[in-house]
């Protein structure tokens, strides 16, 4: 189910889907430098973004509008999805 990012509470899963996110252009190739696709545990929504857990791992799940970053490559948003747990 896609979801507004917005509307997220601590506690919530969400899957990020492999292929969307932050990248750069390396010899004309497109190179991922977001979160990796997979289930993560939102921890706190700030402006830009979600901060969560996959384990012990804090993330990053950028989803603030497109841009250059200050390191070289493109900010885009992530695609994600909520999971419903039962």
Do not use: Q
């Amino acid at each position: 189910m896609t979801i507004d990012w917005n509307e997220l509470k601590p506690g919530d899963l969400v899957k990020v889907v492999s292929g969307h996110g932050p990248y750069m252009m390396v010899d004309g190739k497109k190179h991922s430098v977001g979160v990796p696709g997979g289930k993560y545990k939102v921890r706190k929504l700030d402006k830009n973004g979600i901060h969560a857990y996959d384990g012990i791992f804090h993330v990053y799940i950028y989803m603030g509008k497109r841009k250059k970053s200050i390191v070289g490559g493109i900010s885009c948003p992530h695609k994600i999805k909520k999971v419903i747990t039962e």
